[in-house]
T-cell receptor
């Protein structure tokens, strides 16, 4: 398996534009996570899915952020409209739950978003 | 949620052992202790995890205090490639999510 694949790796957009980040989890994993990383706030969990269903989106900062997982092999994180303070590195991760505990979470390489 | 406390930074010399401490005094009996690390410009990667007993794998060892209020990640021979931010995380299992703190920035000196 190629691991968790995120695209694009870098995105530069103008304030007010819509941005869509994409993630392909590892095949067979039943949990998918979206994280955001900034110097000020570190790694923050935005939302996570179990079997394509959103379980906890309490970390999503505003209504401008939305995430979907239409099938087991694809997820998107959309920001509309984007603002400069959304500039960060966005990571997608997936994991497999066995029994009570998570196996290791595998992270993608991240998408570096710059909103100007 | 149970929290962890780690030093902001540590230094080590290449090819020497490194002991990275983590305090988790409010850990519950069912919390697993996970360690992840983040190399520069990469996503976090799993290092090791444990519950009560000490654990070893190809990357590192995890020593867990008898009262489980602290743990130590041990890199037996640090290399320059081990320079990273190391995160100690408690996993209750119920939320299925990892909450990252600020971690320890490890610098390895040649």
């Amino acid at each position: 398996d190629a691991g968790v694949i995120q695209s694009p790796r870098h995105e530069v957009t103008e304030m007010g534009q819509e941005v869509t980040l994409r993630c392909k989890p590892i095949s067979g994993h039943d949990y998918l996570f979206w994280y955001r990383q900034t110097m000020m706030r570190g790694l923050e969990l935005l939302i996570y899915f179990n079997n394509n269903v959103p379980i906890d989106d309490s970390g999503m900062p505003e209504d401008r952020f939305s995430a979907k997982m239409p099938n087991a092999s694809f997820s998107t994180l959309k920001i509309q409209p984007s603002e400069p303070r959304d500039s960060a590195v966005y990571f997608c991760a997936s994991s497999l739950v066995l029994g009570r505990w998570n196996t290791e979470a595998f992270f993608g390489q991240g998408t570096r978003l710059t909103v100007v | 949620d149970a929290k962890t406390t780690q030093p902001n930074s540590m230094e080590s010399n290449e090819e020497e052992p490194v002991h990275l401490p983590c305090n988790h005094s409010t850990i519950s009996g069912t919390d697993y202790i996970h360690w992840y690390r983040q190399l520069p410009s990469q996503g976090p990667e799993y290092v090791i995890h444990g519950l009560t007993s000490n654990v070893n794998n190809r990357m590192a060892s995890l020593a867990i205090a008898e009262d489980r209020k602290s743990s130590t990640l041990i890199l037996h021979r640090a290399t320059l490639r081990d320079a990273a931010v190391y995160y100690c995380i408690l996993d209750s299992g119920s939320a299925r999510q990892l909450t990252f703190g600020s971690g320890t920035q490890l610098t390895v000196l040649p």
